[in-house]
């Protein structure tokens, strides 16, 4: 597949600081990438709002690749339900469903949020859920961890609660890339539905940590994908 535009989507956890150096490492090689940033403050957006509040500020596409980091993999395919001809790449996100209720996380997730320290019904920012640094193990300096960091916003408890109705995108060329070994079985799936998968022994940061592998591998995935027939 040769798409004319990627759209780069983080995950509503996160901020366009994680897929930044990325999106630069892409169009340093001559391709055109959007990363569509939400209209307002993204803490205060509904999750059943995210995908009409992206798709607003998008151009004109023509031959769009969404490619979803983590929860941002549901958005892509909600957005590539849209366009007739289009492709679609989970990066380390789970498969979403081909149609019907998507809530944000599946419902095995539900333990580790309903865990979680909560302060006037917020819970902590994303990189303070885990017992180690999800930085750990990558040549970051703490510049470019303050950056990913001051970008990750703290939800409401309840903000889980919520869904949208996802149209049917089965019509779109898929593709898988895994980051780290969280998404060992996810990728497993997407071999046995056919989908063209990419490999890396990375970190589920790696799109804000190692852009040019994360690249490699965004380009390496799109050119293995094709439409269903």
């Known amino acids: 597949m040769k798409p004319v535009e990627i759209v780069l989507l983080h995950g509503p956890l996160v ?19 959007v990363v569509p940033k939400p209209a307002n403050d993204q803490a205060n957006i509904a999750w059943r709002d995210w995908p009409a509040s992206l798709t607003d500020r998008l151009p004109k596409l023509d031959l769009p690749v969404f490619v979803g980091h983590s929860m941002g993999s549901l958005l892509a395919a909600r957005m590539a339900a849209d366009y007739a001809e289009c492709g679609m790449i989970c990066l380390d996100g789970d498969i979403p469903c081909l149609n019907g209720p998507t809530p944000p996380v599946a419902a095995s997730f539900r333990p580790i949020i309903e865990g979680l320290p909560q302060s006037d019904r917020l819970l902590p920012p994303w990189h303070k859920w885990w017992p180690s640094d999800p930085f750990q193990g990558w040549p970051v300096t703490d510049a470019e961890k303050a950056r990913v960091s001051a970008d990750i916003p703290q939800l409401r ?11 049917n995108w089965d019509h779109a060329a898929k593709g898988f890339i895994q980051l780290n070994a969280w998404f060992d079985e996810e990728s497993k799936r997407a071999e ?15 799109p804000a940590v190692a852009p040019v592998e994360t690249a490699d591998a965004i380009i390496a995935c799109i050119a293995r994908m094709e439409r269903p027939n």
């Open 157 to 167: 408890f309840d903000w889980f609660d919520d869904s949208f109705i996802m149209p």
């Open 15 to 33: 901020g366009p600081a994680s897929v930044e150096p990325t999106r630069q490492e892409l169009q340093s090689r001559g391709l055109t990438v």
């Open 192 to 206: 046995k539905l056919g989908f063209p998968v990419e490999r890396i022994e990375g970190t589920h940061l790696h």
